[in-house]
């Protein structure tokens, strides 16, 4: 597998990033994939997310989720959320839903790269082996991003490029045999 694809931007403090739902390396519980996988109890759920230890000067937050090791040469965002207030540091379980329900008010979903505003689960393709799914939260020292509410997750990621403060990254893998 390849290296952590966030090494390559610049450096940031690094804070922390916990979950009831995903662990640090190992594989994603069946309700964090996609319908589309095959995979039994799929579900489309975000997982339940709590960061701390946020820089000073942080405004707001904001949420990735992207699989680097899709087959289409630039990976797979599953889920881009911005303008997380600064106060808020735990997602539930299912945030991420088509209405938003567990985000908090102001919040926006930006499109995956399904071009659907909410959490897309993990779906490699059969055989394909093992993939990477980085959930990573973004501290930023601005109150909101200004991307258009349509803007692509990698527009979004060098948006944020100049505003990042710090760097909270959580890496689970999946699989579909």
């Given at each position: 597998m390849h290296n952590n694809p966030f090494a390559k931007l610049p450096e940031v403090e690094v804070f922390q990033v916990t979950s009831n739902d995903i662990t640090e390396g190992l594989p994603l519980p069946p309700q964090q994939y996609s319908g589309m996988s095959g995979?039994?109890?799929a579900q489309d759920l975000s997982p339940h997310l709590k960061w701390s230890g946020a820089p000073e000067g942080t405004k707001s937050f904001a949420i990735t989720?992207?699989?680097p090791d899709a087959p289409t040469g630039s990976?797979?965002?599953?889920?881009?959320?911005?303008n997380i207030p600064a106060s808020v540091t735990e997602l539930p379980t299912g945030?991420?839903?088509?209405?938003?329900?567990?985000?908090p008010q102001g919040t926006l979903q930006l499109?995956?790269?399904?071009r659907l505003k909410q959490f897309i689960g993990a779906a490699p393709p059969a055989g394909h082996g093992p993939h990477r799914y980085y959930f990573v939260i973004h501290a930023l020292d601005v109150e909101q991003i200004s991307?258009?509410?349509n803007a692509t997750p990698a527009l979004l990621g060098f948006t944020m490029l100049s505003h990042t403060l710090g760097r909270a990254v959580l890496m689970a893998t999946g699989e579909t045999k």
């Open positions: 995979v039994e109890s989720a992207y699989d990976g797979l965002w599953h889920w881009a959320v911005i945030a991420g839903d088509e209405q938003g329900s567990g985000l499109p995956n790269d399904l991307v258009d509410p």
